[in-house]
C-alpha cells in the first residue's frame, strides 16, 4: 500500500511557546500554558463545535511545527531517559517520525469568537505557537483515561526538581506582565522548575546562563546549584 493523504489544517496555535526551548515534554505540565487556537474558514461554523463547551478537556491532533520534514529516525533519545540512551521512535511522543503528527489532551477553557474569527482558548499546552491543527476531539473519561495501563519507561510524571526565585527586578517584571498574560510569572516558574535544560547541557556544569522566550518576553535565568535564578525579564522590543 503506497496511498498518499493529504490533510487540511482546521486551525493555527497561538501560544506562549514562541520558540521549542522549555515547552514541556508532555501537556498539562505547566497548567499556566495557554494558547488560543484560531479556527479557519471553512470549519469555523458555530454548529460544527455545538456540545463542545461540556467537555473540560479535548484532544488536539497536530504537525509537530518547527522540525524539518523528511528527518524522522527509527531511534531517538528521550529526555525521560536522560538523553543518555536510544530508544525506538513508536516508543516515544517524540516529533522525528515518518509522519510528524502529534496528539495533546488539554484544558478547554472556552469557545468565542474574536473579531468574527471562533476560537478556542486552553490551557496546559504544549505546543509552539503557529502549530497547524488537524483535528479536535473531545476527552471522554470513562474511555479515555485507564487506570491500569502500564507507562513503560515513563510510569510517572516526572518530578519538578529545581527551586525557582527571582530577582527583585524580575520579580516586578512578571507583575507588570501580568494584565497582558495572566498567571505570567506561575508560568515562568511551571516551566524553569521542571528544568528544560537539554541533558548535554545539564552535564556541562560551566555553563550556567540560560535565556528562554515566552510570549514576546525574554527570560533570563541562572543555574545555581539545585536552584534556577530569574535575574531578568525583558519585553523583546520587534
Not at 42 to 71: N, R
Not at 136 to 153: H, N, Q
Request: charged residues 25%; contains cysteine.
Amino acid at each position: 500500500m503506497n496511498e498518499a493523504y493529504l490533510f487540511n489544517p482546521i486551525g493555527i496555535i497561538h501560544s506562549c511557546f514562541t520558540e521549542k526551548f522549555g515547552i514541556p515534554r508532555q501537556p498539562r505540565l505547566a497548567t499556566a500554558a495557554r494558547a488560543i487556537l484560531d479556527i479557519v474558514p471553512p470549519y469555523d461554523q458555530d454548529e460544527a463545535f455545538t456540545d463542545l463547551k461540556t467537555f473540560s478537556h479535548v484532544w488536539l491532533v497536530f504537525v509537530f511545527h518547527g522540525i524539518e520534514k523528511g528527518k524522522w529516525r527509527p531511534t531517538v533519545r528521550p529526555p525521560r531517559l536522560g538523553g543518555n540512551r536510544r530508544t525506538g521512535v513508536f516508543a516515544t511522543r517524540s516529533g522525528f517520525r515518518p509522519n510528524p503528527i502529534g496528539i495533546s489532551a488539554v484544558v478547554l477553557e472556552g469557545i468565542d469568537r474574536h473579531n468574527g474569527r471562533l476560537c478556542l482558548t486552553l490551557s496546559g499546552v504544549d505546543l509552539l505557537d503557529q502549530t497547524p491543527v488537524l483535528d479536535i476531539k473531545p476527552y471522554v473519561p470513562y474511555s479515555d483515561r485507564i487506570p491500569e495501563a502500564a507507562g513503560g519507561f515513563a510510569t510517572a510524571s516526572p518530578q519538578a526538581v529545581l527551586k525557582v526565585e527571582f530577582a527583585r527586578a524580575a520579580q516586578r517584571a512578571c507583575h507588570r506582565l501580568e494584565h497582558r498574560y495572566p498567571a505570567f510569572m506561575e508560568l515562568v516558574t511551571q516551566v524553569l522548575r521542571a528544568d528544560p535544560r537539554p541533558a548535554y547541557c545539564k552535564q556541562r556544569k560551566e555553563r550556567t546562563d540560560f535565556g528562554i522566550r515566552l510570549y514576546d518576553v525574554n527570560v533570563r535565568w541562572k543555574i545555581r546549584g539545585e536552584k534556577v535564578w530569574v535575574f531578568s525579564v525583558e519585553k523583546i522590543e520587534v
